[in-house]
């Protein structure tokens, strides 16, 4: 039986047409991974901030932001 090692942090996108800026990943996140980002020019109000990436190197692959995010917005790889 062959084992994986996850080393620290993770590959993490965030599908900015979906994320609507709830900041629910920023919250759960244990690791401040996220931070909201307001949308230069947006109109929209229920468009006006994005999460963003800004420490991927902290992730620890719990994947709560993932089972929180309702737009299915978070894509996460783990770094083998
Ligand atoms: S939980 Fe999802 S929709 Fe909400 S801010 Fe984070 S990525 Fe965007
Ligand atoms: S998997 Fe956990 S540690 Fe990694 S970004 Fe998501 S909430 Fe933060």
Not at 11 to 23: A, F, H, L, S, T
């Amino acid at each position: 039986m062959s084992t994986v090692t996850f080393q620290a942090g993770a590959n993490i996108k965030i599908d900015e047409d979906e994320c609507v800026g709830c900041r629910k990943c920023v919250e759960v996140c244990p690791e401040d991974v996220y931070e909201l980002e307001k949308r230069p020019g947006e109109t929209d109000p229920n468009r006006e901030y994005k999460s963003i990436v800004i420490a991927s190197e902290k992730c620890i692959l719990c994947l709560s932001c993932l089972e929180i995010c309702g737009k299915n917005a978070i894509y996460i790889e783990g770094k083998q």
